[in-house]
């Protein structure tokens, strides 16, 4: 389905027929080599808690690199942990087409949330080379992105801030609930803490990433549509929060005279909800994780330590829901007469996704009789982080019944072939397989010139 916005009409209005027609994946081999990541990392609840930096994301990644070596493939793991994978071949000296998603999960997570965009990066990378597409003006390189979830080591977006440079001298203070520093995790993990910044990527090496992804949302499922071609990607304020009170004896002590540490946090999180409800202040607020001391029954709570997170494809409403929290919070503190020690630990920012690669992905779409759609990311991934370096593109497929971040995370097997068909048409036609007359060797020039620009200002040249 052509999409209403104008914008992606002008990216494509002369949809380049494609040298040799739409590409497709080995769907046995790209769904055997999904379900077998399935296996690793397996919770007791039926979800995949396969945490970022943790031994099951290792265990994922060598059973990535396995896969990759019997393709023929060469790999290697950054000091950040990032798992790439490119042909033996490789020319230095090219800018790179890179692709790929995340390894780890969240708790109790799904089987597809970043694995589906991996694996089918490394079928896609596997199919390229197996149809022969010439590859002359960009490397192909597919990624596996360390500790996207940062639900162990808190520290978010972890694998692609290293490759855009972006980990600053916090990252390394990134700690897990314990206290335990991301450094502590490296060395097990692949990465070397003393290598970091041998991670970054200069810009202007990557000339465009594309990510697959589940749309972990229920907009193309209901609408009945194949593919979502991503316009923006949502930003995201996550703070931590400790509410102090008075720990005492829940029966002896009256009413009048507690500082009930829960009582202000239950306020609090009411607060939170409203910023995205009551308030319409941004698109969603959300507390996901909340620790009560000493967690009694029959004590007052002293101490309660939890994390909220606000998101917006707004940065100015972003700023402003900050604003609002802060004095919600000073507000909560007064009436329930507790402290509120209420910090940001990260901000991402929203970004939109490239006018020319929406088109490439849309026509790679049209190409494979796919009905389509432009739509927005409610979710953050490496794709954002990775707009520092290049210009971005992201494809979605429908999730059933909109679930994800849960056991139940699932897609129908048609619509993830069918996504990573896309995605394999799409760098297909990026490596030079566009017929010239359309303005698909447009992009491809812009992607090459943006990637010399940025290179050039980097060397200085
Ligand atoms: O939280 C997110 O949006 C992503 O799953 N990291
Ligand atoms: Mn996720
Ligand atoms: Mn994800």
């Known amino acids: 389905m052509r999409p209403t916005d ?29 379900r077998g990541l399935a296996q690793i990392g397996c919770d007791p609840q039926g979800g995949i808690t396969r945490l970022g930096l943790s031994a099951e994301e290792s265990r994922a990644r060598e059973f990535l690199e396995d896969l990759a070596a019997k393709a023929g493939l060469a790999t290697d793991v950054d000091p950040a942990g990032n798992l790439l994978i490119r042909r033996a071949d490789a020319d230095p000296c090219l800018p790179v087409l890179m692709f790929g998603s995340h390894i780890d999960t969240v708790r109790q997570g799904g089987w597809l949330d970043g694995a589906y965009g991996v694996v089918a990066a490394l079928e896609a990378l596997t199919v390229l080379l197996e149809t022969g597409v010439t590859i002359d003006g960009f490397e192909p390189v597919a990624v596996g992105f360390a500790n996207e979830e940062g639900a162990l080591v808190q520290h978010p977006f972890w694998g692609s801030r290293a490759m855009a440079g972006l980990l600053d001298a916090d990252a390394e203070k990134a700690v897990d609930r314990a206290g335990r520093p991301a450094r502590d995790y490296l060395p097990a993990a692949g990465g070397d803490p003393e290598r970091l910044a041998e991670a970054a990527w200069p810009a202007g090496r990557i000339a465009a990433f594309l990510e697959l992804h589940i749309e972990q949302g229920p907009v193309l499922e209901r609408l009945g549509l194949d593919i979502g071609v991503v316009d923006g990607i949502v930003g995201r304020t996550i703070f931590a929060c400790e509410v102090s009170g008075e720990q005492q004896h829940a029966g002896t002590t009256p009413m009048r005279d507690r500082r009930d540490a829960l009582v202000g946090a239950a306020h609090l999180v009411a607060k939170v909800e409203s910023l995205a409800t009551a308030l319409g202040a941004c698109s969603t607020a959300t507390v996901g994780f909340m620790d009560v001391s000493p967690n009694t029954v029959n004590t007052i709570p002293g101490v309660v330590r939890l994390n909220a997170e606000i998101r917006d494809t707004d940065t100015t409403r972003i700023q402003r829901s900050e604003r609002l929290l802060a004095s919600m919070a000073e507000h909560v503190a007064r009436v329930s007469h507790v402290d509120v020690d209420l910090r940001v630990c990260d901000r991402s920012a929203p970004v939109l996704t490239d006018p020319g690669l929406r088109g490439v992905i849309a026509d790679a779409a049209e190409s494979l009789g796919l009905s389509w759609q432009a739509m927005p990311s409610g979710a953050g991934h490496d794709a954002q982080v990775i707009a520092a370096l290049a210009p971005v593109g992201m494809i979605f497929v429908p999730s059933k019944d909109g679930i994800s971040h849960a056991p139940g995370e699932d897609s129908d097997v048609g619509a993830l072939v069918a996504g990573a068909d896309v995605l394999v048409t799409a760098l297909a036609a990026l490596l030079g397989r566009g017929s010239p007359e359309s303005d698909l060797e447009k992009t491809r020039e812009d992607l090459a010139s943006i990637a010399c620009r940025r290179l050039e200002g980097r060397l200085g040249a």
């Open 6 to 34: 104008a914008s992606l009409e002008d990216a494509h209005t002369a949809a380049p027929t494609f040298a040799a027609g739409p590409l497709r994946v080995d769907a046995d081999r790209f769904l055997t080599a999904l």
